[in-house]
């Protein structure tokens, strides 16, 4: 259920607070707010499910991984690029990069037939302010309610933990993209205040020798003890070779956080390989709606069936028929037509919708794993089904036993 709305004044607080001591440096989109004044309040029993369902699909996903780095017949039906590939080729004579900690983040919607997940963000999933420090400062105006967990703490605590005392650590991400530096500016003040040091850089600047990474940039250069990966894995393939990418897959000696290999899950088509594959996938089978190849599904005239590209981002390539202009449909159908190997379809939900302060909204809850134990929850809502990047942030809360 949403809870009551904040006082005004404490949620002004709260924001300002979210703004100027945690990163949050994207409060509004155009001129709506991206944090919502009120929390979603889990009855106890529904975490301990979802809890347990994330645990379960984190431990098939990374059993999944180890059987397809050695499959690239699958790798290349789930979509991985070339550059891909041909480095994981070399994983079975260098061995699989060291992981300094495995985050993942399962979206699950509330739906007329239960909770269901739309995709795991498995390479470089975020949120980490909004599901740990501004779900705190609510929880504290909130009686007999506590956060799901502090993801952040235990992701740092992860990495802390790989690079060792006092641990330097690169937290890499792209230029120019401030939603993924305002992520690894708030860990990077977590990780300081556990002793490390850590220095923001983009891949270009990290170096790879003999499988040990070192950062060669204007404010540090010198050994990393760890790295840190908010760079998504599909981006990697596009660098020079030369610049050491293929190490954040193989023959990385220095621990990543998240290695390269995470984006196996994250494809979109991942679902398209269970049938060739030894390792079970009961849990996924269960949570995750019927997706097919584009090829063998009826998406042109059954609207049972969306489209979504192998690494979908936040939603931005969703593509519903029923939501959207004739015009915008078309594009997307033709380039479907031309690249079906780029995109899957999937079977539609019907998304159940929850009364709040601010009408009916559709929530989705984001379940953090990290190491394989969930962690806490991002949420995300949206007056409409699709939860794409203007969603609005929702601290959840969990009812006391």
């Given amino acids: 259920m949403a809870g009551a709305p904040l006082p005004t004044d404490i949620f002004a607080r709260l924001r300002r607070c979210a703004l100027l001591q945690h990163c949050k440096w994207d409060p509004q989109v155009n001129d709506a707010s991206t944090l919502a004044n009120f929390p979603l309040i889990l009855r ?17 996903a990374l059993a999944a991984e180890q059987e397809l780095v050695h499959r690239p017949d699958l790798l290349k039906r789930i979509g991985l690029p070339r550059a891909i590939r041909r480095a994981l080729s070399e994983a079975s004579s260098l061995g699989l990069t060291r992981s300094a900690v495995r985050v993942m983040r399962f979206d699950f919607h509330l739906t007329a037939e239960g909770w269901r997940i739309s995709e795991v963000n498995s390479d470089v999933p975020g949120g980490f302010t909004e599901a740990s420090s501004f779900t705190q400062m609510v929880a ?8 799901a967990g502090d993801p952040a703490a235990d992701w740092c605590r992860a990495v802390a933990e790989a690079a060792g005392p006092n641990g330097v650590i690169c937290l890499l991400t792209a230029p120019g993209f401030m939603e993924d530096h305002q992520i690894m500016a708030y860990l990077g003040s977590r990780l300081t205040a556990l002793g490390c040091k850590s220095h ?4 270009l600047q990290l170096e790879w020798r003999e499988g040990l990474a070192f950062l060669n940039s204007a404010c ?6 760890a790295v840190v990966r908010f760079y998504q894995g599909e981006w990697l393939a596009e660098l020079p070779v030369s610049c050491g990418w293929p190490h954040f897959f193989r023959g990385g000696k220095t621990p990543v956080g ?3 290999y995470a984006i196996i899950p994250e494809s979109k088509r991942f679902p398209l390989a269970w049938d060739q594959m030894d390792t079970p996938l009961n849990q996924w089978r269960r949570w995750l709606p019927e997706t097919r190849d584009p090829r063998d599904a009826p998406w042109e005239t059954d609207e049972s069936w969306l489209l979504k590209s192998t690494f979908c981002n936040t939603d931005d390539t969703v593509s519903i028929r029923s939501a959207m202009e004739v015009g915008e449909w ?6 479907v037509r031309r690249r079906p190997e780029a995109w899957v379809a999937q079977r539609r939900f019907q998304p159940v919708t929850l009364m709040t302060a601010m009408g009916q909204m559709y929530p989705c809850l984001g379940i953090y794993t990290i190491d394989g134990k969930a962690a806490g929850v991002y949420a ?8 794409d990047f203007a969603a609005m942030d929702v601290a959840v809360l969990v009812e006391s036993e």
Wanted: aromatic share 4%; glycine share 8%.
């Fill in 44 to 60: 106890a029993e529904t975490w301990r499910a979802l809890k347990n369902a994330a645990e379960g699909l984190t431990a098939e």
């Fill in 140 to 147: 504290a105006n909130y009686a007999g309610a506590a956060p």
């Fill in 200 to 203: 923001l850089a983009s891949p």
């Fill in 220 to 225: 540090h250069q010198g050994p990393m003890d």
């Fill in 258 to 260: 998240n290695p390269g």
């Fill in 330 to 335: 078309e594009i997307v159908a033709r380039e």
């Fill in 380 to 387: 995300r809502m949206a007056p409409q089904p699709v939860i």
